[in-house]
């Protein structure tokens, strides 16, 4: 019943800009993230937002350039990239968490995280 749900990803050039999206159903989370995985290395944290979108988080190797937000009545997420570099390439996993939070801690852990989408693809080229 619980499903996550991703789309936006793509093959872009160096220095350009890419969407993510992530629509959850099943049940209300208030907090959702993204995570991503390059090939060989371990899943990464890279930002999350609370359901009422007045805390979020981020990685030190995107803030700046990338920018979670959401719809709060949808339970959608989105994830506005920009200045992509070639090492962003990776695949992008949406995840929710039921449980009310705001710490920051639990935000960046994806241990506390008990929903997953299946992942969209994104490369950047040099």
């Known amino acids: 019943q619980v499903q996550l749900v991703e789309s936006g990803g793509g093959l872009v050039q160096a220095g350009g800009s890419l969407r993510l999206s992530c629509a959850a159903s099943g049940r209300t989370f208030y907090f959702m993230g993204w995570f991503r995985q390059a090939p060989g290395k371990d899943r990464e944290f890279v930002a999350a937002i609370t359901r009422s979108g007045d805390s979020s988080e981020y990685s030190d190797s995107v803030k700046g350039r990338f920018t979670i937000s959401g719809d709060n009545g949808k339970n959608t997420v989105y994830l506005q990239m920009n200045n992509l570099k070639p090492e962003d390439t990776a695949v992008y996993y949406c995840?929710?968490?039921?449980?009310?939070?705001?710490?920051?801690?639990?935000?960046?852990?994806?241990?506390?995280?008990?929903?997953w989408g299946q992942g969209t693809q994104v490369t950047v080229s040099s």
């Open positions: 995840a929710a968490r039921g449980l009310y939070t705001t710490a920051a801690l639990v935000m960046r852990d994806p241990a506390r995280y008990g929903s």
